[in-house]
């Protein structure tokens, strides 16, 4: 490949648990024949990853890099909740030879891209009233693991605060709920949300349910989802519903917190592949299951983000507004 004009160019990463997607962009427009994946499990590290990228696209010196992380960020440095890597500004400065660097948290990430993301990639599955344009938004992702980020219009700009949601407690209302609580408590430490509303909690909901059933199994959160659209495996359709039917308490739970009269976003590898059952298995009425709320949670609108690199078009537009940051090393 020639070699790129410096500093034209911006790195763009996503790093989930799994994967890794990079891109170049030129300003927030993300360049669609740069985007490649890579596997977590094959590369040692980031740096590692951002090298065989560079490489491949000509070793372009780029003018800035946005990394989004799937874990806590903090004083420029990250470390993945499922995945043992830790990433600083530092590194990815010197990968990148770039002058303005930021680290995001992946849903983060996701909520700069709103806005800026097709029509065609935007699938509604609960209804609610139009928003104003300035009303809060919330990002909601499931995949490998499970996070939120609430996104506010200010006079400033776009705001978009991390958290770290998938590890406060799961939410329990039934007894069923409580025995599936006390078994994962037994298993894991602590019965957190990403214990079932992730690519893993598929797995533990199924395996809870088999044992229940008297047939104990284990299965992919893939083979799940298998079993259940060939209708061959009740227990996989049971485990599908039971993880619906969580996910919209849920989102229910951080509408009430976050107040998102804008809209939640689902985005994540395990929201699209769930989407298709969620209206046949209650994930509305379970959002709105909230007593003398019940009425009110309908100012919520749900939509499914479709688009796998949507986190890349978010890391290109924070980095567009970005005031110049020159990373130095870490402490």
């Given at each position: 490949m020639?070699?790129?004009?410096?500093?034209?160019?911006?790195?763009?990463?996503?790093?989930?648990?799994?994967?890794?997607?990079v891109?170049?962009?030129?300003?927030?427009?993300?360049?669609?024949?740069t985007?490649?994946?890579?596997?977590?499990?094959?590369?040692?590290?980031?740096?590692?990853?951002?090298?065989?990228?560079?490489?491949?696209?000509?070793?372009?010196d780029?003018?800035?890099?946005?990394?989004?992380?799937a874990?806590p960020?903090?004083?420029?440095a990250?470390?993945?909740?499922n995945?043992?890597?830790?990433?600083?500004?530092?590194?990815?400065?010197?990968a990148?030879r770039?002058?303005?660097?930021?680290i995001l948290?992946?849903?983060?990430?996701?909520?700069?891209?709103l806005?800026?993301?097709p029509?065609?990639?935007l699938?509604?599955i609960?209804?609610?009233?139009?928003?104003?344009?300035?009303?809060?938004?919330l990002?909601?992702?499931?995949?490998?693991?499970?996070?939120?980020?609430?996104?506010?219009?200010?006079?400033?700009?776009?705001?978009?605060?991390?958290?770290?949601a998938g590890?406060?407690?799961?939410?329990?209302?039934?007894?069923?709920?409580?025995?599936?609580?006390?078994?994962?408590?037994t298993?894991?430490g602590?019965?957190?949300?990403?214990?079932?509303?992730?690519?893993?909690g598929l797995?533990?909901?199924y395996?809870?349910?088999?044992?229940?059933a008297?047939?104990p199994?284990?299965?992919?959160?893939?083979?799940?989802?298998?079993a259940?659209?060939?209708g061959?495996?009740p227990?996989?359709?049971?485990?599908?519903?039971?993880?619906v039917?969580i996910l919209g308490?849920?989102?229910?739970n951080?509408?009430?917190?976050?107040?998102p009269f804008?809209g939640?976003?689902?985005?994540?590898g395990v929201?699209?592949?769930?989407?298709?059952?969620?209206?046949?298995?209650?994930y509305g009425?379970?959002?709105r299951d909230?007593?003398?709320?019940?009425?009110?949670?309908?100012n919520?609108?749900?939509?499914?983000?479709?688009?796998?690199?949507?986190?890349?078009?978010?890391?290109?537009h924070?980095?567009?507004?970005?005031?110049?940051?020159?990373?130095t090393?870490?402490?």
């Amino acid at each position: 490949m020639p070699p790129r004009p410096a500093n034209l160019y911006s790195l763009l990463a996503d790093i989930g648990g799994t994967n890794t997607r990079v891109a170049l962009a030129e300003g927030t427009r993300l360049l669609p024949d740069t985007i490649r994946r890579y596997c977590n499990a094959d590369y040692p590290g980031l740096e590692t990853v951002l090298g065989t990228y560079l490489a491949d696209e000509g070793n372009p010196d780029c003018a800035g890099a946005c990394v989004a992380v799937a874990g806590p960020v903090r004083d420029g440095a990250a470390t993945l909740t499922n995945l043992d890597w830790t990433i600083d500004l530092a590194t990815v400065a010197r990968a990148a030879r770039a002058e303005k660097v930021s680290i995001l948290n992946d849903l983060q990430a996701q909520g700069y891209a709103l806005g800026h993301l097709p029509a065609a990639s935007l699938r509604p599955i609960v209804e609610g009233p139009a928003p104003r344009p300035d009303a809060t938004r919330l990002v909601i992702g499931v995949g490998t693991g499970f996070n939120c980020a609430p996104v506010y219009e200010t006079a400033a700009g776009r705001f978009v605060p991390p958290a770290e949601a998938g590890h406060a407690n799961l939410p329990i209302r039934t007894e069923e709920e409580l025995e599936l609580c006390r078994e994962l408590e037994t298993a894991h430490g602590f019965p957190a949300i990403e214990d079932v509303l992730s690519g893993r909690g598929l797995s533990h909901v199924y395996a809870w349910r088999a044992r229940r059933a008297g047939a104990p199994a284990e299965l992919s959160g893939a083979q799940i989802m298998q079993a259940a659209e060939a209708g061959q495996d009740p227990i996989a359709t049971d485990t599908i519903r039971f993880f619906v039917r969580i996910l919209g308490t849920v989102t229910g739970n951080l509408s009430l917190i976050h107040l998102p009269f804008g809209g939640v976003f689902l985005v994540g590898g395990v929201a699209r592949a769930v989407t298709p059952w969620l209206g046949r298995m209650g994930y509305g009425d379970a959002m709105r299951d909230k007593g003398r709320f019940a009425g009110f949670m309908k100012n919520f609108a749900v939509t499914v983000i479709e688009d796998d690199y949507a986190a890349l078009t978010g890391c290109a537009h924070h980095l567009a507004n970005l005031r110049s940051i020159v990373p130095t090393a870490r402490r």
